[in-house]
């Protein structure tokens, strides 16, 4: 899922996509032609995401993914403000 920069819509991948389908497929902002989802959609999949994740292991992922980008020469990494 790639959270749009205002933080109000997202892409997500046919994976994703389908694993979520039952729960979204009623909901406005459901786009599965596209795979952007906005309005309650959104909501529905950022909510699911989140949930499926302890705060443990979400730390433990962010690190992982702040020594890999170090690895690859990135040493600056901004978070989006508002998001």
Do not use: W
Not at 35 to 61: D, K, V
């Amino acid at each position: 899922m790639v959270v749009k920069y205002d933080g109000h819509a997202c892409i997500v991948n046919s994976r994703l996509l389908h694993a979520m389908e039952s729960r979204v497929k009623h909901l406005r902002g459901y786009h599965p032609d596209t795979g952007e989802m906005n309005q309650e959609a959104f909501f529905a999949f950022s909510n699911a995401l989140t949930n499926s994740l302890s705060i443990p292991e979400l730390i433990h992922n962010m690190q992982s993914a702040v020594d890999f980008q170090a690895s690859r020469g990135i040493g600056c990494v901004h978070t989006v403000s508002g998001v």
